[in-house]
Every structure is written in C-alpha cells, then in structure tokens.
C-alpha cells in the first residue's frame, strides 16, 4: 500500500519572534478615523435570523449538556457568540453530527489563545446586519 503525506508551510512567524520595530503602530488621526467611521456603525434587525436564534442558543445548550463541554453565551446588540475553552477537541459519532449541526448554523467560526494560554473556539451567530458608511458588512439575508 502507498502512503501518502502532505506537508505544506506558509511561512507564518512565531509571535515571539517578531521584531518591535517591524510592527505599524496606528498614528492618531487612523484612530479618530475608525472612531468616526464607528460611528457610522447601523445594526438593522433580521427578524428570521432573531427567531431562528433561539434555536441556535437551544442546539448550544443541549450539546454542552449532553457532552459536558463547557461553554459560555453572550448576546450582543448584532449577534450571539458562543466561546468554549479547548485543549483538545475530539468529535466523533454522535457528538460530531450534532456539532456539526451547530456549526452549520454559525456565520463564524474562531480559534484562537487567550491570555491565559487556553486555546478558545468562538461561534458566531449574526441576528442583524450591520452596516458602515451605509455599506453592507455582513450577508446574511
């Protein structure tokens, strides 16, 4: 039998190994310009996204239940987020179809570290779009 092995790298930079100098710090007048562009900032409700919501909160909670995940929900005025502390995620089975669920649902999906070192994977649920300068950032009708 062959085997097979793929190993691709794309050059990302360790954190710890960038230079101080390197890095863009933002002038002032970047920053009174993304606070005037914050400004411009208008969350417009999607009523099926607001109904369907419950039901994404809901399929969260179960999960967490049934598979003893822990998990923490937060409501903001344009979405819900669903952030779980992860070492290692193992799905498989059952567990993997119903996160699948999940997932099929969400607008977006994060990794990341935290300060404390621990891995976070945050879901995203849009139950508003959200507009800049009048333009359209999300696309969710």
Known sequence: MDKFRFNKKFGNTDSSQVNKKDINTPK????????????TRKAVPVSRRIKEAETFVAMIIEF?????????????????????????????????????????????????????????LIIRYYTHEVFFDGKKTRNIE
């Open 64 to 120: 967490c239940d049934l598979f003893e995940y822990d998990m923490e929900i937060t409501r903001s005025d344009s979405e819900i987020s669903a952030i779980m502390k992860i070492e290692v995620l193992i799905l498989s089975g059952y567990c993997k179809d119903y996160f699948n669920r999940i997932l099929a649902m969400a607008d977006e999906i994060n990794i990341h570290p935290n300060p404390q070192n621990e891995n976070l």
């Open 28 to 39: 002032l007048d970047d920053f009174e310009n993304f606070l005037k562009k914050l400004e």
